[in-house]
């Protein structure tokens, strides 16, 4: 069991910046993929970063030059920081693990309560 607790979030203005954290439990965080999800009131869950195990990242376009995923395997934490923050960015961001090591949305088996992240413009 791998619980995962996400802090962060918060209330920002229009091209201000955030770095939401997210520490996992257990031995074996190395080795684990994690992402980072959001999900905005009446829209579904979309993935917005992964880093892999061995560190390689991916993170979806419209995203792309303003977020940053990254790994601290030493303090088994995850980050996303966010700038040039955008009211359409504003959602419930979730973490996720994913044991395998693989990075589909359907690989990630654990999940964190989520974050508010709410963008004023």
């Known amino acids: 069991q791998v619980q995962l607790v996400e802090s962060g979030g918060g209330l920002v203005q229009a091209g201000g910046s955030l770095r939401l954290s997210c520490v996992a439990s257990?031995?074996?965080?190395?080795?684990?993929?994690m992402g980072w999800f959001r999900q905005a009131p009446g829209k579904e869950r979309e993935i917005v970063a992964t880093i892999m195990r061995s560190g390689s990242t991916s993170h979806v376009d419209s995203v792309k030059g303003r977020f940053t995923i990254s790994r601290d395997n030493a303090k088994n934490t995850v980050y996303l920081q966010m700038n040039s923050l955008k009211p359409e960015d504003t959602a419930v961001y979730y973490c996720?693990?994913?044991?395998?090591?693989?990075?589909?949305?359907?690989?990630?088996?654990?999940w964190g309560q989520g974050t508010q992240v709410t963008v004023s413009s």
């Open positions: 996720a693990a994913s044991p395998t090591g693989w990075g589909r949305p359907e690989n990630f088996d654990y």
């Open positions: 257990g031995r074996t965080f190395s080795s684990y993929a």
